[in-house]
């Protein structure tokens, strides 16, 4: 069981009967009254994020979760194939389950799939990957890196924002968390 006082973001708790991680908390002491924790919480199964409100000290669960390494090997249609490391069993994800982290999967890329009551639910991807570009618009010259940006398709299909030096071919460094560029890597 978990306390308020453990409470930090990326807590993954289970309340009312389903798995959440905590996206944000504040500990809130009031001039009158007892003191509460705020926090936003996303479930992990629907993607929702709620609002919830905990009394300072009240107890929460630990959610059954499990997470294995695992393997992204290529999509279906819809539905996309990870392999277990070490019993190379295959399951499948559906787009709905994996939510934006399918812009990043590149074939091959290990990655950890969570469990939550021996069911996948999703996926954490490594924090940065690497990713090709495949169409930019191309830069005129005189642009700097702190000149703007423009948008920039890479190979998984994605659509963020580069500074306008990148070209097509450039490979990119990109934070999987938020989606946004790093650097350029040689």
């Given at each position: 069981?978990?306390?308020?006082?453990?409470?930090?973001?990326?807590?993954?708790?289970?309340?009312?009967?389903?798995?959440?991680?905590?996206?944000?908390?504040?500990?809130?002491?009031?001039?009158?009254?007892?003191?509460?924790?705020?926090?936003?919480?996303?479930?992990?199964?629907?993607?929702?994020?709620?609002?919830?409100?905990?009394?300072?000290?009240?107890?929460?669960?630990?959610?059954?979760?499990?997470?294995?390494?695992?393997?992204?090997?290529?999509?279906?249609?819809?539905?996309?194939?990870?392999?277990?490391?070490?019993?190379?069993?295959?399951?499948?994800?559906?787009?709905?389950?994996?939510?934006?982290?399918?812009?990043?999967?590149?074939?091959?890329?290990?990655?950890?799939?969570?469990?939550?009551?021996?069911?996948?639910?999703?996926?954490?991807?490594?924090?940065?990957?690497?990713?090709?570009?495949?169409?930019?618009?191309?830069?005129?010259?005189?642009?700097?890196?702190?000149?703007?940006s423009k948008p920039a398709t890479l190979e998984t299909g994605a659509i963020i924002q580069v500074p306008l030096f990148i070209d097509i071919g450039d490979r990119l460094k990109v934070d999987t968390r938020t989606g946004t560029y790093v650097e350029r890597l040689k």
């Amino acid at each position: 069981m978990y306390s308020t006082a453990d409470f930090r973001k990326g807590l993954k708790i289970e309340w009312e009967g389903a798995p959440y991680i905590i996206v944000e908390f504040q500990h809130v002491k009031p001039g009158k009254g007892g003191a509460f924790v705020r926090t936003k919480i996303k479930n992990l199964i629907t993607g929702r994020v709620i609002d919830q409100t905990f009394r300072s000290g009240e107890k929460v669960e630990r959610p059954d979760l499990q997470e294995k390494d695992m393997q992204y090997l290529y999509a279906e249609g819809d539905r996309y194939c990870f392999m277990d490391n070490e019993t190379y069993e295959q399951i499948y994800l559906t787009a709905a389950q994996l939510g934006d982290s399918k812009d990043f999967l590149q074939d091959n890329l290990n990655l950890k799939v969570l469990y939550y009551k021996g069911q996948p639910i999703a996926v954490e991807l490594p924090t940065f990957v690497e990713l090709t570009v495949t169409h930019t618009e191309p830069g005129f010259k005189g642009d700097t890196a702190s000149g703007g940006s423009k948008p920039a398709t890479l190979e998984t299909g994605a659509i963020i924002q580069v500074p306008l030096f990148i070209d097509i071919g450039d490979r990119l460094k990109v934070d999987t968390r938020t989606g946004t560029y790093v650097e350029r890597l040689k």
